[in-house]
């Protein structure tokens, strides 16, 4: 293996910057000439690649978003496009290719392999913590630091006001980070795509809570599960006080990245080179239990992420 190429894909992550550091630093002291390739999966077809050396990755770790850029590339679900984006490595004579993105970014680098037989290795990156057999994904701590923040800030004029506040977070089809985000600022209720809600009982809780005296109620709600608007309309007229809405939005993926993401990046970054200089491919690495290890990517890519429902139980009975 002489040459590799880095890219991230899909909605961008804190940290990104620091896996791209790692891959591109580690990669040229282990004798590899290191590519990037901008704006994803859509910048490689457009054959936007170009040299990375060790100083084009200084002064970067600590930025949110990608110096790479990111981008969504629908028309890679096509064979035909990824037999064209194959062509375009093997002519710039990439023979490894590391992905930093989500889930759909994995399933083109996985299809890459399967089909065009170039060695692929993943990173996950997204602040869903969606992707199956990692404990944390790069940008899920910062991310949940974000929205912890926000919460905090809203909670003050909440109490102020004595108002209810919805607050909608992302997560794509996942319930994570508006349960995690709600049990660690002591949220009245969260409301996730993993538990059906039911508008009626969770009503009379608020309403008992308010009647018990506490000046302020915060609910969390999961873009997957339902939008702040329709949580509103069914609450508002059973508790009977003010609501306000806040949809955090993209806040959610920008800023500089935290210690613990940082750091993820870094091992994993080094943890992708190392898997391609010893001829591995076909794999995400992984959080596990504290140690970074490689999965195949079949294997997480057929999975679904399960919430833990400890944290779930957790949120329920400290609010
Ligand atoms: O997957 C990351 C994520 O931020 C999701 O939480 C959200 O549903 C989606 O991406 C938003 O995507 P876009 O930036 O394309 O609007």
Do not use: W
């Amino acid at each position: 293996m002489k040459r590799i190429a880095v890219m991230t894909s899909g909605g961008d992550s804190p940290g990104m910057n620091a896996a791209i550091r790692a891959v591109v630093r580690y990669g040229i002291k282990s004798g590899l000439e290191v590519y990037g390739i901008k704006r994803g999966y859509a910048g490689l077809l457009d054959e936007d690649i170009e040299p990375m050396t060790f100083a084009s990755v200084g002064g970067i770790m600590e930025r949110g978003g990608t110096i790479l850029r990111s981008s969504r590339c629908p028309e890679f679900v096509r064979k035909e496009t990824r037999a064209e984006a194959a062509k375009i490595l093997k002519k710039h004579g990439i023979d490894g290719l590391v992905v930093i993105g989500g889930e759909g970014s994995l399933h083109g680098a996985m299809f890459l392999e399967e089909e065009q037989k170039i060695p692929v290795v993943g990173l996950p990156g997204t602040i869903d913590n969606d992707i199956a057999m990692t404990d944390m994904s790069i940008g899920v701590d910062t991310c949940l630091n974000t929205v912890v923040d926000a919460i905090q800030k809203l909670k003050d004029t909440a109490s102020s006001h004595e108002r209810a506040f919805i607050i909608e977070v992302m997560g794509r089809s996942s319930g994570y980070i508006a349960t995690v985000s709600g049990l660690v600022t002591g949220a009245e209720a969260v409301i996730i795509p993993e538990v059906p809600v039911n508008y009626e009982e969770l009503g009379n809780k608020l309403l008992e809570e308010r009647e018990r005296g506490k000046i302020n109620c915060i609910v969390v709600v999961a873009e997957g599960a339902a939008s702040a608007y329709t949580v509103a309309r069914h609450l508002e007229h059973r508790i009977g006080y003010e609501t306000r809405i806040t949809i955090l939005g993209h806040i959610q993926r920008g800023g500089s990245p935290t210690a613990f993401d940082r750091l993820l990046a870094s091992r994993m970054g080094v943890a992708a080179v190392d898997a391609l200089l010893r001829g591995e491919s076909y794999v995400m690495t992984a959080l596990q239990g504290g140690k970074i290890v490689t999965v195949r990517l079949d294997e997480v890519l057929k999975e679904k992420k399960r919430l833990d429902m400890e944290l779930v139980r957790l949120a329920g009975i400290l609010s």
